[in-house]
């Protein structure tokens, strides 16, 4: 019988696992993505480089050139989300910008836990991988029509 308090549970992804999900996912878009996946892959490990080079694990501010990585990677997904007939670089796009919008409400509130703010950009992260996820998997396994036209098939929707 104990007496302490209540016991937290905690659940923390292994290290390695981002490194992992980072690496399939890229490298999946560059081996079998289109031109948007492709684009999208290199702006996230060039974002991905700058961050790990760049990170201080000693300071709990935001750090300027992470955010300008950051910013910089959410400009590339705004462009291809504008120029392309897929969903997926919205959604990459909105996943982005919730990193941002995390490193500014860092910023406006030097109270906001660090674990919290880590926290958060890991799941930011791991929803864009998912979101270039999907676009690899759509561009892999091919389309049986231009979703640029309307020679669609009846009853079938533009992806």
């Known amino acids: 019988m104990t007496t302490g308090g209540p ?40 974002s991905l480089a700058v961050t790990v080079l760049t990170r201080d694990n000693s300071s709990e501010h935001v750090e300027s050139a992470i ?28 996943f982005q910008l919730l990193a941002i919008m995390t490193h500014v409400a860092k910023v406006m509130d030097a109270g906001l836990q660090q674990w919290a703010y880590v926290t958060a950009g890991v799941i930011w992260t791991y929803l864009l991988l998912a979101a270039i996820g999907v676009g690899v998997w759509n561009a892999w396994r091919g389309r049986p029509y231009d979703v640029r036209t309307d020679d669609r098939p009846a009853g079938a929707t533009r992806r």
């Open 7 to 46: 016991t937290l549970l905690t659940i923390a992804l292994p290290p390695w696992l981002g490194a992992v999900a980072a690496f399939l996912v890229c490298g999946a878009a560059l081996w079998k993505g289109g031109f948007e996946e492709r684009t999208a892959a290199g702006g996230f490990l060039l």
């Open 67 to 94: 955010f300008v990585a950051d910013t910089s990677l959410f400009i590339a997904l705004v462009v291809i989300a504008l120029k392309t007939p897929k969903f997926w670089p919205l959604a990459a796009a909105g």
